[in-house]
């Protein structure tokens, strides 16, 4: 099911409304109506807060903004008498446009266009907040960067990587022990490095990387040969990073086996390396800031 948008909550807030309520009131009662499956209710915005409420919290923040909700006691909200109007008039053909007609609205917007660094009117009927909007582009800087970094991944030695996953790896916290390292050049036997998870040995990943174009994927074949690999150090656990992609029969091999071999695609590895900041650097942070309304409950 998609997700409903902040203007698709409108109408059923004003439903709701006769009754003073929290967000997380209106919430329950709301994905009850739209019933809402579980799954999509767990679905969650980079910031880690669940995405309807997110959403939820911005229709009544723009509801309110057009006078259409009072705010009589803290973190409570109610319709008012022009939500009566709207609500009878329109019933469940509520959106921004609708707003609009009200002078109050049309003032927030025009304040909001004025922060706007490109002059560009803001969209009535835009469906994200402001708050997916802060994270769609910074998930396209993110992609940018992704891009960058693929391609000096491709520039530098068969080598270098093996060496970078390695410093990936121990950055995720595995193998800080001496004995942590890239295999020789050549004649590595399969394998490309070694992960000491203690200082004796006694436990050691055993590192694949392949630095594959991304049309070219690992095949089944790879896959047999690096358990063929750890099967000779009896029980060996090990990790196969590719920079392209598994094919299914490669992943169903694996699901056969009983070695533990832990597979990381293209994707998968970038978000990694940029979540662990290898070969990437931070550019800037910025922080928002949203109201704490369980702060002023009483």
């Known amino acids: 099911m998609k997700l409903p948008n902040y203007q698709d909550y409108y109408p059923y807030i004003l439903k709701f409304g006769d009754e003073r309520r929290t967000a997380d009131e209106y919430l329950e009662l709301i994905c ?87 002059k560009e009117k803001i969209d009535p009927i835009e469906v994200l907040t402001p708050s997916e909007k802060i994270e769609n582009i910074i998930t396209q800087l993110n992609e940018e960067a992704k891009g960058e970094l693929r391609n000096q991944i491709y520039d530098a030695s068969p080598y270098f990587f093996e060496k970078m996953v390695i410093d990936l790896l121990k950055k995720m916290g595995y193998g800080n022990y001496e004995g942590t390292s890239t295999t020789k050049k050549s004649g590595d036997g399969g394998v490309d490095g070694l992960v000491y998870q203690d200082s004796l040995g006694i436990e050691i990943i055993y590192i694949q990387a392949k630095r594959y174009a991304t049309h070219i994927p690992v095949n089944r074949e790879d896959l047999e040969k690096f358990v063929g690999v750890l099967n000779t150090k009896k029980g060996a656990k090990g990790v196969f990073i590719t920079t392209s992609r598994f094919r299914d029969s490669a992943l169903e091999y694996l699901e056969r086996t009983t070695s533990k071999v832990i597979c990381i695609d293209g994707e998968k590895l970038m978000k990694l390396l940029l979540q662990y900041e290898i070969g990437v650097e931070k550019n800037s942070t910025y922080t928002t800031y949203k109201v704490n309304e369980d702060y002023f409950s009483e």
Request: proline share 2%; hydrophobic share 30%; net charge positive.
């Open 32 to 118: 009850e109506e739209m019933k809402i499956p579980e799954d999509a209710k767990s679905v969650r915005n980079d910031s880690g807060e669940l995405t309807i409420r997110n959403r939820l919290r911005w229709a009544i923040h723009y509801l309110r903004r057009a006078n259409l909700m009072d705010k009589p006691e803290r973190a409570k909200y109610i319709i008012n008498s022009r939500g009566k109007e709207i609500r009878k008039k329109y019933k469940f053909d509520i959106t921004n446009k609708t707003l609009e007609q009200f002078e109050e609205y049309k003032k927030f917007i025009k304040n909001s266009s004025t922060v706007n660094t490109s």
